[in-house]
């Protein structure tokens, strides 16, 4: 999944991209109002964070402007100011939630879980497909009932992949939700990490789930599928 995280102290944004990577998901930074709102109209994110006190255009002028735009994006405020007041005025103008500095890193990958699971297409938190089952809270693989070890960035595709279960999703795609936008989609990394995939999730079973479309991209399936131009 891909978050937009809005925050203009630079040791703050680095400890907490650093943190929500670690925890299996693809992070972009804006450091003010108006890249926010700019990096939001170009880029398909699954939630923002977002400071109240950052430059040019404040967190909530920035929540109320994506409402405005009718975005549906889940928002996650964060601020050091704790008056009720304060709280009240950030869920008015859109946000979704609303967390208070300072505040421990597993609360907010908590509430950023429950934001994610409240959004606009209720995301299950287990997926299946062809006797593939993905935890996404705990993040935990296995396949007719085996436990499959994954590293981060693995589980990273391939739950980007069992959401997208059926559908071809291009590298284009791939990189932007499980890595970021400054990673290169033309990269080879993005066919080496599929490569240990079905090292780990196919070849043991027999039955390839995971099937390359030239030209296209990859697409994860539950068999049976036959056409000839899938390898």
Known sequence: ??????????????????GLR???????????????LYQASINDYDAVILDVMIPKRNGFEVCRELHAQGSRIPVLMLTARDAVEDRIGGLDTGADDYLTKPFEFGE???????????????????????????????????????????????Y?????????????VGREEISEHV??????????????????????????FGVPLIHTRRGAGYVLRAPPEDEGEDV
């Open 156 to 168: 990273m595709l391939l739950e980007y992949l069992a959401r997208n279960a059926g559908k071809v």
């Open 179 to 204: 890595w970021d936008d400054t990673f290169d989609p033309f990269s080879k990394l993005i066919e080496v990490y599929i490569n240990r995939l079905r090292r780990k999730v196919d070849e043991p």
């Open 1 to 18: 999944m891909r978050i937009l995280l809005v925050e203009d102290e630079v040791r703050m944004a680095q400890a907490i991209k650093r």
């Open 22 to 36: 670690q925890a299996a998901y693809a992070v972009d930074v804006a450091r003010d109002g108006e890249d926010a």
């Open 108 to 154: 907010l990958l908590a509430r950023l879980r429950a934001l994610l699971r409240r959004g606009k297409e209720l995301r299950p938190t287990i997926i299946e497909v062809g006797g593939l089952e993905s935890d996404t809270w705990g993040q935990r693989v296995k396949r007719n009932g085996k436990p499959i070890e994954l590293t981060t960035k693995e």
